[in-house]
Nanobody, 117 residues
Framework: QVQLVESGGGLVQAGGSLSLSCTASGSTSGIYVMGWHRQAPGMQRELVASINNEDTPTYADSVKGRFLISRENAKTTVFLQMNSLKPEDTAVYFC???????????WGQGTQVTVSS
C-alpha cells in the first residue's frame, strides 16, 4: 500500500501562482509515476501532469508552459508549480501514483485550488 499526503492549494487571483506538493509513504520503492489529476465541478477527472522515474514529464495541453512538475526526496515527493493561473484551473487537485510492481494506482484526498477572476 502507498499513502499520499498532499499540501498546498488555496485561493489566488488570476495570473497568480500556487504550488502543490505530495509525499508518498509505505511501499514507495515500486512507484514508477507520480502526478496530478484535477476535477472541476460537474466535470470528469483529467490528467494535469505526471513524471516518471526517468524524470520525463507529461503535461495536459491546457497547462503546458504554465505548470511545472518535479520530483525530489528519493522520488517520493512530487511538486506542481502552477503559474499564470486562470479561473478555468479551478478544481480539486488529486495526487496519484502508479505502482508498477503491484499494478495499482493510489490517490490522495485532494486539495482545492480556486482561481478568482
Amino acid at each position: 500500500q502507498v499513502q499520499l499526503v498532499e499540501s498546498g492549494g488555496g485561493l489566488v487571483q488570476a495570473g497568480g501562482s500556487l504550488s502543490l506538493s505530495c509525499t508518498a509513504s509505505g511501499s514507495t520503492s515500486g512507484i514508477y509515476v507520480m502526478g496530478w489529476h484535477r476535477q472541476a465541478p460537474g466535470m470528469q477527472r483529467e490528467l494535469v501532469a505526471s513524471i516518471n522515474n526517468e524524470d520525463t514529464p507529461t503535461y495536459a495541453d491546457s497547462v503546458k508552459g504554465r505548470f511545472l512538475i518535479s520530483r525530489e526526496n528519493a522520488k517520493t515527493t512530487v511538486f506542481l508549480q502552477m503559474n499564470s493561473l486562470k479561473p478555468e484551473d479551478t478544481a480539486v487537485y488529486f495526487c496519484y501514483c502508479y505502482h508498477w510492481i503491484r499494478g495499482e494506482e493510489y490517490w490522495g484526498q485532494g486539495t482545492q485550488v480556486t482561481v478568482s477572476s
